[in-house]
């Protein structure tokens, strides 16, 4: 999962990253809610974990917000105000799920976990399914399908993809893929995308004549379906009957 985490306290946020990343799941954490809010809207993220009592705007707000912009992305609040009628008007502005402190790490990835598998189990429209041509992609699964063909993704080729296929026809530079595959703090080595890229590409084009995903030298990656790459190539062919013509 790629999380966005809205928290303003240092301690509380170190603390689930950490356990989190060590889950296996990539974390974005924001400190204050209005940022959060725009990050969230981005629509990169399989699920939100938010404090409710945040500076800029506080928690209910941001889902509020969200959801009056159409952002159906499950969220977790987690708050210190855990009375009923607290969690109730949580819930009724739009979280998915209500955690009051303290609690325990378990329960709060077992409530993230849960929280994806109804996304996974929700209508074949949901925003984690994704396609371009003949490429789809299920991101909550880590699954592409090219002409019928099933291809297990890694967490990070996912990621990658994804990115890659809502930009579709446009460069994606390395500097976006390490921001949505890794996370914006993250530190990278000079040829992780480069590696990623290379084997990405070979389970998309195993079998197939033409590569979905091209080099822009200098600049990043495209990804093209096949249909697009050779209707472009098309008036040009065309182009050079008509010069050979008397």
Known sequence: MRILLIED???TSVYLRRGLGEAG????AIKDGRTGLDMAL?????????DRCLPGMDGLEVVRELRRQGESVPVLMLSALASTEQRVEGLQAGCD???GKPYAFVEVLARL????R??????ANRPG???????QLDCAQHLATRQGRRIPLGQRETLIL???MRHHGQVVTRLMLLESAWGYDFDPNDNVIDKHIHRLRRKLDEGFDASLIMTIPGAGYRLEAPEAMCAEAEPASNLRKESDEP
């Open 9 to 11: 306290d240092d301690r």
């Open 25 to 28: 799941h990539v974390v974005d």
């Open 42 to 50: 981005e629509g990169i993220y399989d699920v939100i974990v938010v």
């Open 97 to 99: 799920a209500y955690l």
């Open 113 to 116: 976990e849960s929280l994806l």
């Open 118 to 123: 109804s996304r996974v189990n929700a209508p």
């Open 129 to 135: 399914q994704l396609q371009v041509g003949e490429l």
């Open 162 to 164: 994804e990115k890659l």
